[in-house]
């Protein structure tokens, strides 16, 4: 219990907190397009983001073994800086490999929803926050992350302050760049996505759960009406996922499917109007 109140005064604390390291002028490239990476983390979650005017940004990190996986990647992508880090919530395949992450990269940003986790992975990871002065955004619906022009970045869940599934605390998001959006599920279940009232229409939807039959209903499918989406998953993973019922709504809905589990790292790239999808595999 002690251990529980300790967790939850450190998150009061960098909620607080104001000041960061200063962004280093060295950054990726900037071509003027949106990059994003779904990478092969397992079954878990992990998103790179190049922004057009080359800020990055990092959806979550995966589980603890793959900090090292996800840190090589952005370093080998010449990424020094993170500008926008969201810890979509305290479940360790979403993250397990932030410490890894906020160690080895200046971290302008971060955003996280006011779920809590009594566990080590969370703990290690608030304190390595601290350790490094990071400011902290709560994540809800209607914070933006950013908005500029032709780009923005809005949060359009969680919209409750409380749920009985960490799942549903899920941080998700809405990203655009010119006439082409898409959306980041986390692993947000009915619940949170029946809740999502604002225009969540979507090029690309990032499936939520890894796939499982908790996300990604009918009617979800009815309000983002994505042309792509993308399920993050393992090979011969012990939950079944994606489950073959939400593979079937989506192949109802016409969606094209791309899965890290048979595709490896996805990336999509957007001019704003055109979208063209890479695959490793």
Same mark, same amino acid.
């Given at each position: 219990? @002690? ?7 450190? +998150? ?6 104001? #000041?960061?390291?200063p962004l280093n002028t060295e950054q990726v490239a =900037? !071509? ?9 983390? #397992? ?19 995966? $589980? ?20 926008? +880090?969201?810890?979509?919530? %305290? ?15 200046? =971290? ?11 566990? @080590?992975? *969370?703990?290690?990871?608030? =304190? ?13 619906? #209607?914070? $933006?992350? +950013? ?7 809005? *949060?359009?869940?969680?919209?409750? !302050? $409380? ?22 599920? #986390? !692993? ?8 999502i009232r604002t225009n969540i229409k979507c090029d690309? +939807? ?13 009617? *979800?499918?009815?309000?983002?009406? %994505? ?8 090979? $011969? ?6 489950? !073959? ?16 589990? =048979? ?19």
């Amino acid at each position: 219990m @002690k251990k529980f109140i300790c967790i939850i005064s450190i +998150l009061c604390m960098l909620l607080c907190t104001v #000041g960061c390291k200063p962004l280093n002028t060295e950054q990726v490239a =900037i !071509d003027g397009k949106l990059h994003i990476y779904y990478l092969d983390v #397992g079954n878990a979650d992990s998103i790179f983001i190049k922004l057009p005017d080359g800020k990055t940004m990092l959806i979550d990190a995966g $589980e603890k073994e793959s900090g090292g996986k996800i840190v090589n990647y952005l370093k080998n992508a010449g990424v020094q800086s993170i500008d926008y +880090l969201v810890a979509t919530h %305290p479940h360790a395949d979403h993250i397990g490999g932030m410490v890894d992450v906020i160690n080895a990269f200046e =971290i302008r940003n971060v955003y996280m929803t006011n779920a809590v986790n009594n566990t @080590k992975t *969370f703990e290690n990871m608030l =304190i390595a926050l601290d350790a490094e002065g990071c400011p902290v955004t709560q994540a809800k619906a #209607g914070v $933006e992350i +950013l908005s500029d022009d032709n780009l923005s970045a809005v *949060f359009v869940a969680p919209n409750s !302050d $409380e749920y009985e599934d960490l799942n549903n605390y899920s941080a998700v998001i809405k990203l655009t760049y010119g006439n082409n959006s898409f959306v980041f599920a #986390g !692993d947000a279940e009915k619940k949170a996505e029946d809740e999502i009232r604002t225009n969540i229409k979507c090029d690309v +939807l990032k499936v939520g759960h890894h796939g499982s039959n908790t996300s990604t209903t009918k009617n *979800f499918l009815k309000k983002t009406e %994505p042309t792509y989406a993308i399920i993050s998953c393992a090979q $011969e993973n012990d939950y079944n996922h994606p489950h !073959d019922k939400v593979l079937k709504r989506l192949e109802e809905a016409g969606v094209i499917v791309y899965r890290t589990d =048979i595709n490896g790292t996805i990336e999509v790239v957007s001019d704003g109007n055109n979208i063209e999808i890479h695959t490793e595999r």
